[in-house]
């Protein structure tokens, strides 16, 4: 059976991911920091599903984390078959109020983790022929949302720019860009949500059952539910300048506080 790492498996979007994918049969590496939880994780998920789960506790803002998880993408006993890059966080603040070493951390979680693990895990696939690498980036990498808006719009331009060179070789690269989810995210950051309509918010199974369905359908790009698609369809007609505009009013008026 093919072996899945998730990263950020402890909670929200990649906890779904290892509930779903535990149910579907496959063998699982867990990674995140905290380890008692993803012992914890790894004991009801071993226990519900009948799978094999290995812990990898690893900060992932650290060098030494990112390349403990390459080593295990890149080992040949029991392949990795599956990658889901979706550890990630929010930083409270506008650009100038957010420290500094919290921006480089973001980028070295969001973008040099995700770089250096698909380059891990992407040879062996590509030599079998098969795999798949789902990073979770956000529908923020289409509007202009400061650092975190940034990298997630690396994340999808880079997973987009390597499915085209990957093209033929059995291997599928996806970027997932979710809306508003319920998850620990906010509370994390210490952003409020209460000004956030209801209907924004996606549930994180929902999310990760159209994502794992736009992967077997071969997309390159997912965004898991139809309302964010119909206002991304939207802000496509909108210049990009004033995009901006709409984008910061909203995101004052809808967005984290
Ligand atoms: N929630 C949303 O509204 C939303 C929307 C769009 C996209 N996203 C993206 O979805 C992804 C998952 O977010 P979520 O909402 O599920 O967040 P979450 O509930 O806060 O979970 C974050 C997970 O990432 C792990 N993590 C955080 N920093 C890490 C680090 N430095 N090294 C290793 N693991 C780390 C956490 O475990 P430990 O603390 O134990 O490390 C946890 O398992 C992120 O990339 C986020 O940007 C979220």
């Not at 060179?165 to 952003?191: I, K, N, Y």
């Not at 994502?211 to 309302?227: E, H, I, N, Q, Y």
Request: aromatic share 6%; with cysteine.
């Amino acid at each position: 059976m093919t072996t899945a790492l998730i990263t950020g498996s402890t909670a929200g979007i990649g906890a779904a991911f290892a509930r779903r994918l535990a149910a579907d049969g496959y063998d699982l590496v867990l990674v995140a920091r905290d380890s008692e939880r993803l012992r914890k994780q790894a004991r009801e998920l071993t226990d519900r599903h009948r799978i094999e789960a290995e812990v990898l506790s690893a900060d992932l803002a650290e060098d030494a984390g990112i390349a403990s998880v390459e080593a295990r993408l890149a080992s040949t006993d029991r392949p990795v078959g599956l990658l889901v890059n979706n550890a990630g966080f929010g930083n409270k603040g506008r650009y100038l109020e957010v420290p500094m070493a919290d921006e480089l951390r973001m980028l070295k979680v969001h973008c040099e983790a995700v770089l250096r693990l698909t380059s891990a895990a992407v040879p062996g696939m590509r030599d079998r022929g098969r795999g798949g690498v789902i990073n979770v980036a956000s529908v923020a990498a289409f509007v202009p949302r400061g650092t975190y808006g940034a990298s997630k719009a690396w994340v999808v331009q880079f997973t987009q720019g390597i499915a085209k060179d990957l093209t033929g070789t059995g291997v599928r690269p996806m970027a997932l860009c979710p809306g508003f989810v319920r998850t620990e995210f906010h509370s994390r950051a210490g952003m409020g949500t209460d000004n956030i309509p209801s209907w924004m918010w996606l549930d994180a199974d929902r999310v990760v059952d159209a994502g794992l369905a736009d992967l077997a359908k071969g997309k390159t790009l997912s965004v898991p539910d139809p309302r964010y698609k119909a206002l991304l369809g939207a802000s496509k007609l909108v210049p990009r300048g004033m995009l901006g505009k709409v984008s910061s009013t909203t995101g004052r008026k809808y967005g984290p506080q």
